[in-house]
């Protein structure tokens, strides 16, 4: 059982590169969303989508882009990178709406310097 | 208020403790709960869901009070693999596609 799988585990970005993370998912949910983690902070959500062609924007999207082409599919894409985007990022998707947990990949560990 | 609120800890326990935890949210109208655990620098685990009556799974107990807005965690004869962030995580609205995830609250079980 996959889960959810994200791609890549650790990525050392320069400032100003683009770059894709990649997340995936088999469980055929219809409900994904990306977050940020920072050392000892909570989770704050980037962006979600409810379906294929569907996305929003959450508490923190400035710099970064998704797409959701696929029900399988999220990827979260990093325009010009910059240190503030230094964090781990987890993947999540849910069967339903809010009311439903969410499972979550193993996180890309990314640093900008 | 903070729509999630927890005490962030380390709450520091011998094993075999039983140790609780409280988190408080702040819309009265939110509908589903949950507490997840996080291990340092892995990702968050759905522990287990709070039901309206309380719950419990082994060592487990969830409870929810919905007249004072807090949620808790009972974890007894604790362990050393228990040693983690829990997170108390709600749905603030009915139908919201989101959830709304509380810092959490550290653990460290000792020998």
């Known amino acids: 059982n996959a889960g959810v799988t994200q791609t890549p585990k650790f990525r050392i970005l320069k400032i100003g590169q683009s770059m894709t993370l990649q997340c995936a998912q088999d469980?055929?949910?219809?409900?994904m969303y990306w977050y940020r983690q920072d050392p000892g902070m909570g989770l704050k959500l980037i962006y979600y989508s409810v379906g294929a062609g569907i996305t929003d924007k959450g508490e923190v999207p400035n710099g970064y882009n998704v797409s959701r082409s696929t029900t399988e599919d999220f990827p979260l894409r990093l325009e010009l990178a910059a240190p503030s985007q230094t964090s781990v990022y987890f993947c999540?998707?849910?069967?339903?709406?809010?009311?439903?947990?969410?499972?979550f990949g193993d996180g890309t560990r990314l640093s900008i310097l | 208020r903070k729509e999630v609120e927890q005490d962030p800890g380390p709450f520091n326990v011998p094993e075999g403790a039983t140790v609780a935890f409280n988190c408080t949210y702040s819309?009265?109208?939110?509908?589903?709960f949950f507490w997840y655990r996080q291990d340092c620098r892995k990702e968050p685990k759905l522990l287990m869901s709070?039901?309206?009556s309380g719950n419990e799974d082994g060592r487990f107990t969830a409870q929810l009070n919905r007249a004072s807005q807090y949620i808790s965690l009972l974890i007894r004869d604790s362990k050393l693999s228990d040693s983690a962030t829990y997170l108390c995580v709600v749905n603030p609205y009915s139908g919201y596609s989101t959830l709304t995830f509380g810092k959490g609250t550290m653990l460290l079980v000792s020998p």
């Open positions: 709070v039901y309206s």
């Open positions: 999540a998707s849910s069967p339903g709406q809010g009311r439903q947990p969410q499972h």
């Open positions: 469980m055929n949910h219809n409900y």
């Open positions: 819309n009265s109208a939110s509908q589903s």
